[in-house]
Structure formats: C-alpha cells, structure tokens
C-alpha cells in the first residue's frame, strides 16, 4: 500500500493565482482530512469528510474548498491564494475516529 | 470544544537522558488520546494511541504514556533518549474531532 500520497510536494503560487492539492489513499478508509501545519501553531484541521459526497468544515476552512467524490480522493482547492495560506498542508485518512494516517505534505508559499 | 496543551514548546537533551512530555486536554468524557512524531522533513506518525484499558500505554521506538483521567493528562515518557529522536512531538485528543497541541520541539544532542 502506498498509503496518503499528495502532490504536489512543494509549490509556489502568485497572490490571486489559484490551485488544487490533491490527496489519495488506498486504504479505503472513509474519514479523510486536510490540516495546515504553521510554525508554533500545531495542526489546524480546515476540512474533513466521512465518506464519499459528504464534506464538512473544520476550524479554518475559509479561503478553501474540497469534495469527494471518491473514497480514495480528497483534493483542496484554494481559489484566491492569498500569503495567509502560506503553509504545509497534510492530508490524513482513517477507518474511523482512530488513528489517522498521514500524507507527506505540501508546502506552499504564496507571494 | 477541546483543546490541548503542551506546555514545553523546545527541549534540549542530551542523549541518555530522560524524557518527559507534557499534555493536558481541557474536559473528560470518552476520548481517544494519541502521540504523534515528525522527524524533520517529513510527515507525522504514530507514536502510541489510548482507547482504553490499561492506562499506561507503550509505542514504538521506547516511547510510552501514562493516561491520567484524574488530571486530564497523557504525558509521553522515554527512559533515555537517542540523537535520532529529535523531532517534534505533537499530543492529539479525539472526542468526535481530533485536535491537536501545538507541538513540542525536541533536540537531543550527542
């Protein structure tokens, strides 16, 4: 398996430019999640979903948006990159409320 | 909604020391209690997870933690320390939605 796989790894965006980070996971796990990582701040979950067709919003989903329209794809989209976005983003995935799964990261910068 | 403290943001070891890190959730109820690690450069992993059961719970690599309901705290343990254990800790709380503390950096040097 190769677990949460994202892409791109790194990218570098224009104020106003958008983008999609895409995230895939052959586990079939139903819970599948978008975090941003900010020096000193931790994980913030943006937005989540518990299954296929369903999404919900975490703690800082303003400025993006997500679907699913698959068990095995979650993509963020971010329509008006602005520099507050400049962050690592990671997805995660898991069979339930347990252990989640990690992906190895986006980092973007925004200028 | 919960929230999680780690009350140490950097630790310096050296290596052979001991470990102790700190992690409190703010309210009790059921809740799913995980530690998790990031060695530099890449993505987080499990170290330990508590659901229930036994309150002292034993993860990869040496780490372990003890779950005390009575002080709403799983503080993460190692005996002695490596140089490959720098990283950054980070403690979670799942009680319907998982949140995270803000991370403990740890540099453990030779």
């Known amino acids: 398996n190769a677990g949460v796989t994202q892409t791109p790894k790194f990218r570098i965006l224009k104020i106003g430019q958008s983008m999609t980070l895409q995230c895939t996971q052959d586990?079939?796990?139903?819970?599948m999640y978008w975090y941003r990582q900010d020096p000193g701040m931790g994980l913030k979950l943006i937005y989540y979903s518990v299954g296929a067709g369903i999404t919900d919003k975490g703690e800082v989903p303003n400025g993006y948006n997500v679907s699913r329209s698959t068990t095995e794809d979650f993509p963020l989209r971010l329509e008006l990159a602005a520099p507050s976005q400049t962050s690592v983003y990671f997805c995660?995935?898991?069979?339930?409320?347990?252990?989640?799964?990690f992906g190895p990261g986006t980092r973007l910068t925004v200028l | 909604a919960q929230s999680v403290s780690q009350h140490n943001h950097h630790v310096i070891l050296s290596e052979a020391a001991s470990l102790e890190l700190g992690c409190n959730y703010s309210?009790?109820?059921?809740?799913?209690l995980f530690w998790y690690v990031q060695y530099p450069g890449q993505h987080l992993q499990l170290l330990l997870k508590y659901f229930s059961g036994d309150p002292l719970v034993k993860g990869i690599k040496g780490f372990e933690a003890e779950f005390i309901k009575s002080k709403f705290s799983f503080n993460l343990r190692k005996p002695s320390v490596q140089w490959s254990d720098t990283a950054e800790y980070f403690c979670?709380?799942?009680?319907?939605?998982?949140?995270f503390g803000t991370g403990t950096r740890l540099l453990v040097s030779p």
């Open positions: 995660a995935s898991s069979y339930s409320e347990g252990e989640q799964f």
């Open positions: 586990m079939n796990h139903n819970y």
């Open positions: 309210y009790g109820g059921t809740v799913n």
């Open positions: 979670a709380v799942n009680d319907g939605e998982l949140v």
